[in-house]
């Protein structure tokens, strides 16, 4: 690969979602793996069961990983998940308003299948991962993990960016943090 510095961070970018997501895949050979399928670039167009595919959130899905099954109901576990990487700004905490498209995302596509599949309890079945090589804010962090558990938010100012990003507040958003 050249060197040439224009490109380098987008180019490292790329290798690490390319390498990211081969590695996972590896986990299908597996002969004690769950995992079914690995569709890299959004959902796979089974995950209803129905044949219509949920649009919304497809955008923040680099790699969606099934276990079990493609179909959502069927599945032990559906987990989709971003890749960031970052050449410059390793040693950078994310903040909550750099997270705010992933969580906008993420937050569409668990409503969109709440709606669509509301008999089905999606905490426990869908887990939402942000794969990153830099750090993520500690005090948010904490604010989801609050959230999760329904506990009184350690930081309250937080907690309202985390609500605002996602329209959830309540069980809901309890139910989205997990």
């Given at each position: 690969?050249?060197?040439?510095?224009?490109?380098?961070?987008?180019?490292?970018?790329?290798?690490?979602?390319?390498?990211?997501?081969?590695?996972?895949?590896?986990?299908?050979?597996?002969?004690?793996?769950?995992?079914?399928?690995?569709?890299?670039?959004?959902?796979?167009?089974?995950?209803?069961?129905?044949?219509?595919?949920?649009?919304?959130?497809?955008?923040?899905?680099?790699?969606?990983?099934?276990?079990?099954?493609?179909?959502?109901?069927?599945?032990?576990?559906?987990?989709?998940?971003?890749?960031?990487?970052?050449?410059?700004?390793?040693?950078?905490?994310?903040?909550?308003?750099?997270?705010?498209?992933?969580?906008?995302?993420?937050?569409?596509?668990?409503?969109?299948?709440?709606?669509?599949?509301?008999?089905?309890?999606?905490?426990?079945?869908?887990?939402?991962?942000?794969?990153?090589?830099?750090?993520?804010?500690?005090?948010?962090?904490?604010t989801?993990?609050?959230?999760?558990?329904?506990?009184?938010?350690?930081?309250?100012?937080e907690?309202?960016?985390l609500?605002?990003?996602?329209?959830?507040?309540?069980?809901?958003?309890?139910?989205?943090?997990?």
């Amino acid at each position: 690969m050249s060197n040439n510095t224009l490109v380098r961070a987008s180019r490292d970018g790329d290798q690490f979602h390319y390498l990211w997501a081969a590695r996972r895949c590896l986990h299908l050979l597996l002969p004690t793996s769950n995992l079914v399928a690995v569709v890299i670039e959004g959902a796979s167009p089974s995950e209803t069961g129905s044949g219509q595919q949920v649009a919304a959130g497809e955008e923040t899905i680099d790699v969606a990983e099934y276990y079990g099954s493609e179909d959502i109901v069927r599945a032990a576990l559906v987990r989709y998940i971003q890749l960031k990487h970052s050449t410059l700004r390793v040693l950078e905490r994310w903040t909550p308003s750099e997270l705010k498209n992933t969580l906008e995302g993420f937050a569409s596509r668990y409503k969109a299948l709440r709606q669509r599949l509301p008999g089905v309890r999606l905490a426990g079945k869908l887990e939402l991962w942000f794969v990153t090589n830099r750090p993520v804010s500690e005090s948010f962090v904490e604010t989801i993990e609050d959230a999760a558990r329904d506990n009184a938010a350690r930081h309250p100012a937080e907690l309202i960016k985390l609500e605002g990003f996602v329209g959830l507040t309540g069980a809901p958003l309890s139910d989205f943090c997990k």
